[in-house]
């Protein structure tokens, strides 16, 4: 100190910053995700949790580190294969960290399972849990109808399927009927569209178009050749649903020979080819027309040269800065609420087991109650009253008989009939009156005299004053 007096040099502690939690997290966040913002990561899935909100938040593991991973809808509905615990996969992201709880995390944009592709992975996903369901045993397969009359085809308008289709048809059966209802069979969209086939066909069975025809009896889906990208829409889940819920029998004509599809496994009959689809459906011989097979690839290599393009395009926007930021402050929110929504799960499920307790308690107090006991000491009170109440309703009526004797006897011995018992009569005039004054007779008055039994009647022949 002293030295540095004398050199002029003044001593100075170095200045303290107090950073909060919240700017000390955001700052580290900040740094984490300049300088890793595109990692590739691998490791095995564990804890996989996919909420309602279509989010994807697992955990990568190897032996001896961890770091858990969020995947947002946006990207997660773009994964060909279904992520499963113990898969060994390859994630691309940035790593950033969740404020809420100052947790290192990566935040994925894109995941691939090591190994197998991602198309490969989730065709074979798919298939063990369909067959699982039985959806491809033979005893659930409509029959084929041996000579179709009307016939309706699921493909692209211009593709060379279906003319080859159209072709064969026309040369073995020129009376048949095609209906035609144009979808996708590639892209995003296709399954969709070719669903919407399925749906009109069988709408048939209940209501006739506007010629009057019937239904179609037999469907056909139908596509050239291609990759197994080109192919991966007919591997859609809910496609083959409703292949195997049509109520009109299911033909599968889609790629060579040696490319399979889901659909090919759920459709009732499986075709090599369109043309031997065609041959299948109708003996009949097919003929191509190489002008109109030409203008279909040709469209077809425009329609996706402007999908190419157009992709490309989204692509470019939606790496736009602005754009991402927007995006990352809703996946923090949403983020927030899921984390909220496992909370109230972990509360609820904590709730319904202390009211499951409780009813397991209560059930066994009822369990261990004899109700005969109970019943039986019940009888017995009631048995004791009723004789209680017999006894003293029989005094009661004793009582009754005795008071009513005693009334009946004083009643008799004030009855003037009484009298007459003792000798006494009680003498009457013609009108029926009680004559107790001999004062009111004359001579010659009816009288009648009533003794104790018997009445007699009489003529005044006088009367006198007696004592």
Same mark, same amino acid.
């Given at each position: 100190m002293e030295m540095a007096d004398q050199l002029g040099f003044q001593f100075r502690p170095p200045e303290r910053r107090v950073w909060t939690v919240r700017a000390l997290v955001s700052a580290v966040r900040s740094h984490l995700e300049r300088e890793y913002s595109d990692c590739w990561v691998e490791g095995e899935i564990s804890n996989l949790r996919i909420p309602d909100s279509g989010h994807l938040y697992f955990t990568l593991k190897e032996e001896a580190a961890q770091i858990r991973v969020v995947m947002f809808r946006s990207s997660a509905k &773009? &994964?060909?294969?279904?992520?499963?615990?113990?898969?060994?996969?390859?994630?691309?992201?940035?790593?950033?960290?969740?404020? *809420?709880?100052?947790?290192?995390?990566?935040? $994925?944009?894109?995941?691939?399972?090591?190994?197998?592709?991602?198309?490969?992975?989730?065709?074979?996903? &798919?298939?063990?849990?369909?067959?699982?369901?039985?959806?491809?045993?033979?005893?659930?397969?409509?029959?084929?109808?041996?000579?179709?009359?009307?016939?309706?085809? #699921?493909?692209?308008?211009?593709?060379?399927?279906? =003319?080859?289709?159209?072709? #064969?048809?026309?040369? %073995?059966?020129?009376?048949?009927n095609v209906v035609i209802y144009p979808a996708q069979v590639q892209g995003e969209a296709a399954?969709?569209?070719?669903? $919407?086939?399925?749906?009109?066909?069988?709408?048939? !069975? =209940?209501?006739?178009?506007?010629?009057?025809? %019937?239904?179609?009896e037999v469907i056909i889906i139908a596509r050239g050749g291609g990759s197994a990208e080109d192919l991966a829409c007919f591997n859609h889940e809910g496609l083959a649903r409703a292949v195997a819920e049509s109520k009109v029998p299911v033909i599968s004509a889609i790629g060579h020979e040696t490319d399979f599809t889901i659909v090919d496994f759920v459709a009732d009959l499986r075709a090599p080819t369109p043309s031997a689809a065609a041959e299948l459906v109708i003996r009949s011989r097919q003929e191509i027309e190489a002008q109109a097979e030409d203008l279909a690839r040709r469209l077809e290599r425009a329609l996706r040269y402007r999908l190419l393009m157009a992709r490309q395009e989204l692509t470019d926007r939606a790496q736009h800065g602005a754009f991402a930021r927007m995006m990352d402050g809703i996946h923090r929110r949403q983020q927030k609420v899921d984390e909220q929504r496992f909370r109230l799960e972990k509360a609820e499920r904590q709730l319904l087991e202390r009211y499951h307790r409780r009813c397991e308690s209560v059930t066994a107090a009822v369990r261990h109650y004899?109700?005969?006991? =109970?019943?039986a000491a019940v009888r017995q009170g009631l048995e004791a009253?009723?004789?209680?109440?017999?006894?003293?309703?029989? %005094?009661?009526? !004793?009582?009754?008989? /005795?008071?009513?004797?005693?009334?009946?006897?004083?009643?008799?011995?004030?009855?003037?009939?009484? #009298?007459?018992?003792?000798?006494?009569?009680?003498?009457?005039?013609?009108?029926?009156?009680?004559?107790?004054?001999? /004062? =009111?007779?004359? #001579?010659? *008055?009816?009288?009648?005299?009533?003794?104790?039994?018997?009445?007699?009647?009489?003529?005044v022949t006088g009367t006198g004053e007696g004592s």
């Open positions: &773009l &994964l060909r294969f279904r992520p499963e615990n113990g898969l060994q996969v390859t994630v691309r992201g940035r790593i950033t960290v969740y404020e *809420d709880r100052g947790e290192l995390q990566i935040s $994925a944009e894109f995941m691939e399972p090591q190994g197998a592709g991602a198309l490969q992975l989730a065709f074979e996903q &798919l298939k063990a849990r369909l067959a699982a369901e039985g959806l491809f045993e033979a005893a659930r397969k409509k029959a084929i109808p041996a000579l179709p009359q009307r016939i309706g085809v #699921i493909t692209s308008p211009q593709g060379a399927a279906l =003319r080859d289709i159209l072709n #064969i048809l026309a040369r %073995r059966h020129h009376s048949a399954a969709g569209e070719v669903m $919407a086939g399925l749906r009109y066909f069988n709408q048939g !069975l =209940r209501h006739r178009d506007a010629s009057g025809s %019937r239904s179609v004899d109700a005969r006991r =109970r019943l009253q009723v004789g209680n109440l017999a006894g003293a309703m029989h %005094r009661r009526l !004793l009582e009754g008989r /005795a008071a009513l004797d005693r009334t009946a006897a004083s009643l008799e011995a004030l009855s003037p009939v009484a #009298i007459l018992k003792r000798g006494y009569a009680l003498v009457f005039d013609a009108q029926g009156q009680l004559v107790t004054d001999a /004062a =009111r007779l004359q #001579i010659g *008055d009816e009288l009648s005299a009533r003794l104790e039994r018997g009445l007699v009647r009489a003529r």
